[in-house]
T-cell receptor, first 115, second 111 residues
Framework: DSGVTQTPKHLITATGQRVTLRCSPRSGDLSVYWYQQSLDQGLQFLIQYYNGEERAKGNILERFSAQQFPDLHSELNLSSLELGDSALYFC??????????????FGPGTRLTVL | AQSVTQLDSHVSVSEGTPVLLRCNYSSSYSPSLFWYVQHPNKGLQLLLKYTSAATLVKGINGFEAEFKKSETSFHLTKPSAHMSDAAEYFCVVTGTYKYIFGTGTRLKVLA
């Protein structure tokens, strides 16, 4: 158990809908990273938050947004969902603003299925 | 810019034989390097990490990796494969602002 929690574990929804994925980092970790993993794209970095502020951006679509709250949990919002958004979504946390020598600890993921 | 290449997308070994998963990296400075394992429908679990201390790094479950600066490699090895090692393995190098993942190597262990 990495200490990173993600909810829900599974999510099934329809095209055009909006969903929110939640991540709680390990105790003491200030950064949260979001990743998307699909069969055709592999593991893609989406976005990083550090202590409530956006720190780095990857291949995140405009339909997607994220935020980190004062208690350091983070939410990833996906809207106007398309079939191609079906994937495993992971979050990871690190102590610092990273990367440096910080280790990323990954949550168990949320499997999103868009029908 | 930093990059990482996992040289094999699939590796098959027989149970009890050695495992070698190859990773080459490119970096303009001394990076940190990691190996993660992912079992089906699970999150990524850290196997080991290199952060410029000892070049031979020991990890969990009998895995180890050697950092070779001259060859820009960080290959993952295990002396004897177990059926439970069947999984996908990711090599990761640190970039300036993010972690850069290899495309993964799927390890199959034959009985």
């Amino acid at each position: 158990d990495s200490g990173v929690t993600q909810t829900p574990k599974h999510l099934i929804t329809a095209t055009g809908q909006r969903v929110t994925l939640r991540c709680s980092p390990r105790s003491g970790d200030l950064s949260v990273y979001w990743y998307q993993q699909s069969l055709d794209q592999g593991l893609q970095f989406l976005i990083q938050y550090y202590n409530g502020e956006e720190r780095a951006k990857g291949n995140i679509l405009e339909r997607f947004s994220a935020q980190q709250f004062p208690d350091l949990h983070s939410e990833l919002n996906l809207s106007s969902l398309e079939l191609g958004d079906s994937a495993l979504y992971f979050c990871a946390s690190t102590v610092g603003g990273g990367p440096g020598t910080d280790t990323q600890y990954f949550g168990p993921g949320t499997r999103l299925t868009v029908l | 810019a930093q990059s990482v290449t996992q040289l094999d997308s699939h590796v098959s070994v027989s149970e009890g034989t050695p495992v070698l998963l190859r990773c080459n990296y490119s970096s303009s400075y001394s990076p940190s390097l990691f190996w993660y394992v992912q079992h089906p429908n699970k999150g990524l679990q850290l196997l080991l990490k290199y952060t410029s201390a000892a070049t031979l790094v020991k990890g969990i479950n009998g895995f180890e990796a050697e950092f070779k600066k001259s060859e820009t490699s960080f290959h993952l090895t295990k002396p004897s494969a177990h059926m439970s090692d069947a999984a996908e393995y990711f090599c990761v190098v640190t970039g300036t602002y993010k972690y850069i993942f290899g495309t993964g190597t799927r390890l199959k262990v034959l009985a």
